[in-house]
């Protein structure tokens, strides 16, 4: 099979591997969330890369220091009611909206709609990995998807991208469920075009 | 993975809390009162407040004067009382005794203050109504006469926050 030789892998694509997707095909959010994820499961299984989980933790992190601010002001108020409290409080409150701030920035510049990041590893185990990072849309009540793939090769590195757009009916079927082949063949081939690109 | 995206759901939940206990902590700052919205549980203030009615309170400095409508609480009791001042005695060290009596009654205030008690100091006061919302406390009366619905209310919005992705 084309796709087999192309993607330089041993084992074949097995869609029984893979639990069957069933998703509300009107609900936009969750057919993007169904396909990244799909993506997720086939970069980490098929591809075998490792996920970075940078950006996510960043997140998580800038998430849990705004709640900690406002338990902190809850706890503090509690055992030291207003109007002691007064400063503690305006603090924590000034402290947490800029935090929201922060995150508003960070989701739009950092994370963008950036759902997945990986590390191709060098396969000796000694030279520089390869980078890579996957993005999505698919804005409501359209049913066009638009996939970039983006790869920073560890050794030279150049940075290469490539974006496709692709309507959800090409992957779904009439009840909603995902067929796995279609959209691995799909996945796969702009991941081969990405890797091997040259750039001239 | 998942824990990962668990904990983003829960995050997020908590996030939703915080705002709101955020904007609420930062109102009684600003508003230098320690309850700056309340709702109006009786009908003692009508025609100017019906039962159901959101009130906007500010506590700062300014002295209080009489006509002006304070929310006040009776030690002991919870629950603050929104009437009137009908009268003010102020001395000169700036101690002040308010009487107050809801528009609505028949007479002052003094039967519902504590035993011993004749006038509110302003201590007790807890802000003075300075803007109103009709009906919209409505929601909080029922949630406190039939606590079942609030448990519900807020266990369904809780569950579909952390359930629901993006």
């Known amino acids: 099979m084309l796709f087999n030789m192309a993607s330089n892998k041993e084992k074949k694509f097995q869609p029984e591997d893979y639990e069957p997707v069933k998703v509300d095909k009107w609900e936009t959010t969750e057919v993007k969330n169904a396909l990244d994820d799909a993506i997720k499961k086939f970069v980490k299984e098929e591809y075998h890369y490792v996920e970075n989980f940078s950006l996510a933790d960043q997140k998580l992190s800038l998430c849990s220091v705004a709640c900690g601010l406002s338990l902190f002001a809850l706890v503090y108020d509690y055992l030291y009611p207003f109007p002691e409290s007064k400063y503690i409080l305006a603090t924590c409150s000034v402290s947490y909206f800029i935090m929201m701030g922060v995150i508003t920035l960070f989701s739009k510049y950092r994370e963008r709609s950036i759902f997945m990041l990986a590390v191709e590893k060098d396969k000796a185990g000694l030279g520089p990995d390869n980078m890579w990072s996957f993005s999505s849309f698919l804005p409501r009540f359209t049913d066009t998807y638009t996939i970039t793939l983006q790869f920073v090769d560890g050794k030279s590195k150049e940075t290469r991208h490539v974006q496709r757009k692709e309507s959800i009916t090409k992957w779904f079927d009439e009840d909603g469920s995902l067929v796995m082949e279609n959209f691995f063949r799909f996945f796969d081939e702009l991941h081969f075009e990405v890797k091997e690109k040259k750039v001239l | ?166």
Not at chain 2, 12 to 37: D, F, H, Q, R, Y
Not at chain 2, 46 to 73: C, M, S, W
Not at chain 2, 81 to 109: C, Q, S, W
Not at chain 2, 136 to 156: A, R, S, W
Request: glycine content about 10%; overall charge positive; hydrophobic content about 45%.
């Open chain 2, 1 to 166: 993975m998942d824990w990962r995206q668990t904990f983003y759901q829960i995050l997020n939940l908590g996030m939703i809390v915080s705002s709101a206990l955020m904007i609420w902590k930062g109102l009684m700052v600003v508003t230098g009162s320690e309850s700056p919205i309340v709702v109006v549980l009786s009908g003692s203030m009508e025609p100017a407040f019906y039962r159901g009615d959101l009130l906007f309170l500010t506590n700062l400095q300014d002295p209080i004067r009489t006509g002006e409508i304070v929310v006040f609480k009776i030690k002991d009791r919870d629950i603050p009382i929104v009437h009137r001042v009908i009268k003010v005695h102020e001395n000169e060290k700036g101690e002040v005794k308010l009487l107050t009596k809801g528009d609505n009654n028949a007479v002052d205030d003094r039967g519902l203050y504590a035993k011993g008690q004749f006038w509110v100091k302003k201590e007790d006061v807890v802000g003075r109504a300075k803007g109103f919302l009709p009906y919209v406390g409505m929601v909080t009366i029922i949630m406190n006469d039939y606590p079942k619905f609030k448990y519900i209310l807020l266990g369904g919005l809780g569950i579909f926050v952390l359930l629901h992705r993006e």
